[in-house]
């Protein structure tokens, strides 16, 4: 049997990559390109799409929402655009099904809350992030933390240098908990060196790593629990989405 058993059920992690359920159960005939933006970026997503009239491949279809697939030629290379749900469960499926479909380098970016006081609108790339949320459990046996892809690393830090941006590589907590970031586990985890908070970069990265693919992730500060008696929520980073994605796109490239 390759189930690990375990007291607890989320540590149980099965090494058996097939699943009853796979990604491409749909059998769509559905090609897409190798590199792929995932971006937690509202309905921008949308908006470039429509501006720089991208073509529309395919459809994520959930029982709450349908998510547009679209490729875009940036800088002579095919890419595929998707918005990114908030939460590391709806993220992964559809990070799992465009993998399925042949995406294989995928840049994402989101906002992210400051543990440290860090101003608003500042790039940073997690070179790792500790596992907090329950999604990358089923894709990678239990540890602490995952790293990140060194090649999309490179790609992105590349992609900053090129435009002239500073930025710092940070350790992330992927929580599940947007409501339960309580004053005593935002100071552990700056105790194990986390300086911010988001809710995918685990997850996203345990299902590339099984899958085989690339990913990376580009972050952009927004919210501030620095100071844990006065919580900000600034104005959630919104001031970064269009240079965010150039960034991805570039990475993307790069990859």
């Not at 892809?149 to 992927?174: D, F, K, M, Q, R």
């Not at 590339?208 to 006065?230: I, K, M, N, P, Y």
């Amino acid at each position: 049997m390759s189930i690990f058993k375990h007291e607890i059920p989320i540590l149980e992690f099965d090494s058996d990559t097939d699943a009853i359920l796979a990604p491409t159960h749909e059998r769509l005939a559905l090609h897409l390109p190798r590199k792929a933006v995932f971006a937690f970026l509202g309905n921008y997503i949308e908006a470039y799409a429509k501006e720089h009239s991208c073509t529309q491949a395919g459809l994520f279809v959930s029982s709450t929402k349908s998510y547009p697939i679209y490729i875009t030629q940036y800088k002579d290379t095919g890419i595929c655009l998707c918005q990114a749900p908030v939460g590391a469960a709806a993220a992964v499926q559809i990070l799992d099904w465009l993998i399925g479909y042949g995406v294989t380098e995928i840049i994402s970016t989101g906002s992210c809350g400051v543990l440290q006081d860090l101003p608003e609108n500042t790039f940073l790339v997690p070179v790792k992030a500790l596992r907090d949320e329950g999604t990358s459990y089923h894709y990678m046996k239990p540890s602490r933390f995952i790293d990140i892809n060194t090649t999309a690393l490179s790609a992105i830090e590349a992609a900053l240098t090129e435009h002239g941006l500073p930025y710092t590589e940070v350790i992330t907590w992927s929580t599940d908990g947007f409501f339960r970031e309580t004053k005593a586990k935002v100071a552990y985890r700056k105790t194990e060196g986390c300086s911010v908070v988001e809710m995918e970069c685990a997850a996203l990265a345990a299902c590339a790593q099984l899958r085989g693919a690339v990913w990376g992730e580009l972050l952009f500060t927004a919210d501030t629990l620095a100071d844990s008696e006065s919580y900000n929520e600034r104005d959630w980073g919104i001031a970064s989405y269009e240079r965010a994605l150039q960034l991805c796109l570039d990475a993307a490239v790069r990859l």
